[in-house]
């Protein structure tokens, strides 16, 4: 995953608790907080920060349940980019 996608994934964790976590794919976004109001903000910043727009096919649970399905989507949107999600 691409470091500046987990350190705009960091602030809408919520629930990762105090301690520094280690975002991986394997990452469960809603069990850290990421609720379905939050997804949509998550979506905008993405969209924003990686000048792309997922389409509406992409908006659903599977897509935002893990770090690695999120980047999946985001990264088949990115030029010249693998969708391969490592750790």
Known sequence: MDPRFTELLRPFLKLAGPEEITI??????????????????????????FDIALPDEEMNDATFATAG???????????????????
């Open 24 to 49: 991986t794919s394997d990452t469960d976004l809603r069990r850290l907080g990421v609720d379905s109001m939050q997804a949509i903000e998550l979506l905008f910043t993405l969209e924003d920060a």
């Open 69 to 87: 399905t999120l980047w999946q989507a985001v990264a088949r949107q990115l030029p010249d980019q693998t969708t391969e999600v490592s750790a």
